[in-house]
């Protein structure tokens, strides 16, 4: 099942019992100090104006059934605190669950608790993985769905067994209510319940119904509410041709986008991600081919969805590339236990300095300096470079400003983030003299959004657009 690696009663710091902590609170840290003090641009302001507001029963593939209602009792739950904090204290603590559950994965494939580390460190540490863990939005509780839905499955293959296969057929129709790509994890299910006959036909087959069950729910919804059609389950209409289209160029440039933000996010660390799978490849081929028929189509999904922010679906893929740095460990600790004890704080500092370095030198490099300027009023160039967000500007606060002055400032470009979502969460959520978010918000504010509304014919004509829901 694993390679065999070091003695436990080795000398080495990462067999020691406070290093787990020691990790697992480093990346708490980490995420708490960077943690965005205010909602996000874009979907951040839809997902907060929609948990604010109430229960969601639309279930299309850009609504996340079961992420957007879980965010509304939480808040109820949590009353007495500001719905930010709320929600991204959230997405921290699935970001911290998902490391935990790559760790008990790694230490399926290597008896040393430290070793098994490895790749939570590097995974804990890329960009895109740290980037979400901040913020509100849907993936960091999806990737917590994944790697449970992979840890199961994975501590049954590797047992060779299938005692999970209810717990694994759960935890993949929670996953389609939490997000649609979760269909990509459907192969693999499919080759775990029916490839051996360790059930009876009975078992298969009563394995099948949970996930079932609950992926009906995201068309029974729509057919009795009728908010949006059936197709729209998949795949919005404005999508459609990105989805479902064959363009080589596209694919070409999802490829290059891919591998650019692959490099960005592991730089030097691919090194020994490759060995890892290298390792495995030599001690344990049948495993290395059920991570693949996990992991590909997600990578498959994410290259040939090359739309902007198509980075944030390589993460199911990177979960699970991660994986073999156990592999990889084992080997270093018996042949090279010197070196893996540089590999450890490398794997934390290196990113940190390349993340660092790209974010102050990028503004004095032609094109993204004039992307730095275009994109001033959320930051600039940092919020594309640097995983962290407690640098970032407020949109609530520009949002009010631009109702308050009565004035548009063609430098916010309301017209490239959520402001009208920004503005019915104003309305509906910020009672007068309150404050939200570290924003004041000044009395009478919803009769000044209105009447402001109809004194500012730009934006007026731009919230028409989008009616309260």
Same mark, same amino acid.
Request: aromatic residues 16%; charged residues 10%.
């Given at each position: 099942?694993a390679?065999?690696?070091?003695p436990?009663?080795?000398p080495?710091?990462w067999?020691?019992?406070?290093f787990?902590?020691?990790?697992f609170?480093?990346?708490?840290?980490?995420?708490?100090?960077?943690?965005?003090p205010?909602v996000?641009?874009?979907?951040g302001?839809?997902?907060l104006d929609s948990?604010?507001?109430?229960f969601?029963?639309?279930?299309?593939?850009?609504?996340h059934?079961?992420?957007?209602?879980?965010?509304?009792?939480?808040? @109820?739950?949590f +009353?007495?605190?500001?719905?930010?904090?709320?929600?991204?204290?959230?997405s !921290?603590?699935?970001a911290?669950?998902?490391?935990f559950?790559?760790?008990?994965?790694?230490?399926l494939l290597? $008896?040393?608790?430290?070793?098994a580390?490895?790749?939570?460190?590097?995974?804990? !540490?890329?960009?895109?993985?740290?980037q979400?863990?901040?913020i509100?939005?849907?993936?960091?509780?999806?990737?917590?769905?994944?790697?449970?839905?992979?840890?199961?499955?994975?501590?049954d293959?590797?047992?060779?067994?299938r005692?999970?296969?209810?717990l694994?057929?759960?935890l993949?129709?929670?996953?389609?209510?939490? /997000?649609?790509?979760h !269909?990509?994890s459907?192969?693999?299910?499919?080759?775990y319940?029916?490839?051996?006959n360790?059930?009876?036909i009975?078992q298969?087959?009563?394995?099948m119904?949970?996930? #079932?069950?609950?992926?009906s729910i995201l068309f029974?919804?729509?057919a009795l509410?009728h *908010? /949006?059609s059936?197709?729209?389950?998949?795949?919005?209409? @404005?999508?459609?041709d990105?989805?479902?289209?064959v363009?080589?160029l596209?694919?070409?440039?999802?490829?290059?986008?891919?591998?650019a933000?692959?490099v960005?996010n +592991?730089?030097l660390?691919?090194?020994?991600i490759?060995l890892?799978?290298w390792q495995?490849?030599?001690?344990?081929?049948?495993l290395?081919?059920w991570?693949?028929?996990?992991?590909l $189509?997600?990578?498959?999904?994410?290259?040939k969805?090359?739309?902007?922010?198509?980075?944030?679906?390589?993460?199911?893929f990177?979960?699970v590339l991660?994986?073999?740095l156990?592999?990889?460990?084992?080997? *270093?600790?018996m @042949?090279?236990p010197?070196?893996?004890?540089w590999?450890f704080?490398?794997?934390?500092v290196?990113p940190?300095?390349?993340?660092?370095?790209a974010? !102050?030198?990028?503004?004095?490099?032609?094109?993204?300096a004039r992307y730095?300027? *275009?994109?001033?009023?959320?930051?600039g160039?940092? /919020?594309?470079?640097? $995983?962290?967000?407690?640098?970032?500007k407020d949109p609530?606060?520009?949002a009010?400003?631009e109702? /308050?002055?009565?004035?548009?400032d063609?430098?916010?470009?309301?017209d490239?983030?959520?402001?009208?979502?920004?503005?019915?969460?104003? @309305?509906?959520?910020c009672p007068?003299s309150?404050?939200?978010?570290?924003m004041?918000i000044y009395p009478g504010?919803s009769?000044?959004v209105?009447?402001?509304?109809?004194e500012?014919?730009?934006?007026?004509?731009? #919230?028409?657009?989008?009616?309260?829901?």
């Open positions: 099942m390679q065999s690696t070091i436990e009663s080795a080495r710091y067999n020691q019992n406070w787990p902590w020691l990790v609170g480093g990346f708490a840290v980490i995420y708490l100090i960077n943690r965005s205010f996000g641009f874009n979907d302001l839809t997902f948990a604010a507001n109430g969601d029963f639309a279930t299309n593939a850009t609504s059934f079961l992420y957007n209602n879980l965010q509304h009792v939480l808040l @109820k739950v +009353f007495f605190m500001p719905h930010v904090w709320v929600l991204t204290l959230f !921290i603590v699935c911290l669950g998902t490391l559950l790559v760790y008990r994965i790694g230490r290597a $008896p040393s608790p430290g070793l580390l490895l790749p939570v460190v590097v995974l804990g !540490i890329s960009f895109t993985f740290w979400q863990s901040e509100i939005e849907v993936y960091a509780f999806n990737n917590l769905l994944f790697s449970g839905f992979a840890f199961a499955a994975l501590k293959i590797l047992s060779h067994q005692r999970n296969y209810l694994l057929s759960l993949l129709g929670l996953g389609l209510l939490t /997000h649609i790509q !269909i990509l459907i192969p693999f299910f499919l080759a319940l029916w490839w051996r360790d059930l009876r009975a298969k087959v009563l394995g119904l949970p996930w #079932m069950a609950l992926m029974i919804l729509p509410t *908010q /949006h059936l197709r729209a389950v998949f795949f919005e209409s @404005k999508f459609q990105e989805l479902l289209g363009d080589l596209v694919m070409i440039n999802g490829l290059v986008l891919g591998t933000m692959l960005y +592991f730089q660390l691919l090194v020994p490759g890892g799978w495995l490849w030599k001690v344990n081929r049948r290395m081919i991570l693949l028929v996990l992991a $189509p997600y990578l498959a999904f994410a290259v969805y090359s739309v902007n922010d198509n980075h944030v679906f390589y993460l199911c990177y979960i991660v994986l073999p156990v592999f990889f460990a084992a080997n *270093q600790a @042949k090279r010197r070196m893996l004890g590999l704080p490398a794997a934390w290196l940190i300095v390349m993340y660092a370095a974010t !102050i030198l990028a503004p004095n490099v032609g094109g993204l730095d300027a *275009q994109k001033a009023f959320k930051g160039v940092v /919020h594309m470079l640097w $995983p962290g967000k407690a640098w970032a609530l606060a520009i009010w400003r109702a /308050h002055l009565c004035q548009h063609p430098n916010n470009r309301i490239e983030w959520n402001f009208e979502a920004a503005v019915r969460y104003l @309305k509906r959520n007068e309150s404050s939200e978010g570290g004041t504010l009769a000044l209105d009447s402001c509304f109809f500012c014919p730009e934006l007026l004509n731009l #919230m028409q657009k989008f009616p309260n829901r």
